[in-house]
């Protein structure tokens, strides 16, 4: 696995916001229109894959902004020193807006307690919004980050990758291979293996999109990423993985996955207003 060494560069944000994904990590461990997919069947009904793997990889964000909206389900798995936790995330994505919102789950302590209470985050252009962020954060107060001063751009910092940049960070795709056909939840998808260039993404990537992305690949020194995609017969992203390796007091590996299903499923989000974000010290 290439190693994905991430410099901490901390803005105004960074100073008061702790790393959600891998900070709790730590803390638990230490204590609609049819995309180019190929020619699908030949005249046997052979599966054919497709002449520019890369390319239709590479189309997979413009196809989700076409579909609308979808239901997400998201996991990261944190490793390091033998020790391996989960944070589970759920809810709904706008693609056309660029917005969306997710319950985040946190794991229970190593000693089996549970753990802190559901996060809800909305997810917006440039910005992340937190609900019981606990570390001294009123519980009816919302946390705001400025997600392109994160030296990750939010790819691990919210415990969960948006469903929008995991699909914008495959516009870098280089090397990609077909590994054939299978099925996610029922439905059959094309799976596609390779890695993606962070810089190269974040070139090409939609403009509300593109400032996290260029936080990012200033922020790990080595921008290829390896991942696993899931394509529909339409072209649409199904599942992704994308696999990256964090250095914070020691190296800890992180296995991002999003799930999208319900394609079209109406997402409402609200962002909270001024009054109701919270301006104070966040603990560490």
Known sequence: MVVHQHRRRRGRAGEAVLVLGVGLAVAAMS????????????????????????AVVRGAADVLARSGSAQARTAMEMATGGTRVTIHGEGGVDFKNRMGQLLVMLPAD???????????????????????????????????????????????????????????????????????????????????????????????????V??????????????????????????????????FTYVNNGVIDVSSTTLLYGFGTPVTVVLPASGDIYAGKIAE
């Open 31 to 54: 204590g609609c229109g049819r995309g180019d997919g190929g020619t699908r069947g030949g005249a046997n009904g052979e599966d054919r894959p497709p002449a520019d793997a890369a």
């Open 110 to 208: 190593v000693t089996g307690k549970p753990g802190h209470r559901p996060i809800t985050e909305l997810l917006a252009p440039g910005a992340l919004y937190m609900k019981n962020r606990g570390a001294g954060v009123p519980d009816d107060k919302w946390v705001r980050v400025d997600t392109t001063t994160l030296a990750d751009g939010n790819l691990v910092t919210g415990g969960a990758t948006d469903p929008m940049a995991a699909a914008e960070l495959l516009r870098g795709a280089l090397e990609v291979t077909y590994v054939g056909e299978t099925e996610v939840a029922g439905t059959k998808v094309r799976h596609f293996r390779g890695t993606t260039d962070i810089g190269r993404a974040a070139l090409s990537a939609s403009p509300q």
């Open 210 to 243: 593109k400032g996290v992305l260029e936080a990012a690949a200033k922020g790990f020194s080595k921008d290829t990423v390896p991942f696993d995609v899931y394509l529909d017969e339409e072209g649409r992203l199904r599942k992704v993985r994308h696999r």
